[in-house]
């Protein structure tokens, strides 16, 4: 039975990572900050089938008697500080985190288990101004947000990690990835959930920015599939993984309330506020030599995800609706 170590496990990622590892027959250990809160909703379903210790990325200490204590085969980083409106108003604590930690678990790694297999989340944010369109494995990265800088230097210091030191050290640039789970400030989520509460009478509008603004929208539950398959190539390599496709967050609007046969122009109103002061106009994957050495690609497609995502927040708010 190997075991995997995932930091971020209460996280979407985390979570889904978790269930698949478990299928596979995994010992699953998840890293957790100690906290006077337990969020783990994400991963109530397996807290009977999963470990947890408690470590930090802010601390060298703990993360080297986690790797010690636990002895991993497999090593996933998902833990950052990962939304990027946060990290104009934090970032220096976004650079601890997002940056300055994953060279905190590297450490940790090379002393307590070098012959372990880490998985780093790289992030299509570190295009940003993108040079080139589809983004693939050699694009130039030009980040436009402390999250996207961050993530930068994480990248590059797994890479460096793995040159110098002999690590199986891989990053994953993925692009945007959403699901029922993710959290409620990123887009996606915020405006399935406002959906889903207008439609049940519950609000009457939703706030956001720049409508015209493009991703590369997937299904987390195929990503965290592609990190796995990451990990288990004879040579430590990374990959861009992406649908391939693009959309805007207009296009987003009108398919989730179009699901609930409404109109977005009725519901959706721009704010300033939801303005990035540097905005990332286009995003989209060339995923290719994933699909070619990995064997991935995407499986749900973008009209269905958006749809998956209204029906869970229907639910969740009809059933708390019902329990008063």
Known sequence: MPTALITGITGQDGSYLAELLLEKGYRVVGIVRRSSTTPYDRIAHLIDRIELVSADLLDQTSLMDAIEETAPDEIYNLAAQSFVATSWTQPVLTGEFTAIGVTRLLEAMKRAAPKARLYQASSSEMFGKVVETPQKEDTPFYPRSPYGVAKVYAHWITVNYRES????????????????????????????????????????????????????????????????????????????????????????????????????????????????????????????????????????????????????????????????
């Not at 649908?243 to 009725?266: I, M, N, P």
């Not at 106009?281 to 269905?304: C, H, I, N, P, Q």
């Open 165 to 324: 030191f002999g690590l199986y050290a891989v990053s994953g640039i993925l692009f945007n990835h959403e699901s029922p789970r993710r959290g409620l400030e990123f887009v996606t989520r915020k405006v399935t959930d406002a959906v889903a509460r207008i439609s049940l009478g519950l609000g009457d509008h939703v706030d956001l920015g720049n409508l015209d603004a493009r991703r590369d929208w997937g299904y987390a539950g195929d990503y965290v599939d592609a990190m796995w398959r990451m990990l288990q190539q004879p040579e430590p390599e990374d990959f861009v993984i992406g649908t391939g496709h693009t959309w805007s967050v207009r296009q987003l609007c009108e398919a989730a309330f179009e699901h609930k046969g409404l109109d977005y122009h009725d519901y959706v109103r721009f704010s300033d506020k939801h303005v990035r002061p540097a905005e990332v106009d286009l995003l989209v994957a060339d995923a290719s030599r994933a699909k070619t050495m990995l064997g991935w690609e995407a499986t749900v497609d973008f009209k269905s995800l958006v749809m998956m995502m209204v029906d869970a927040d229907v639910a969740r708010h009809a059933a708390t609706r019902a329990a008063g």
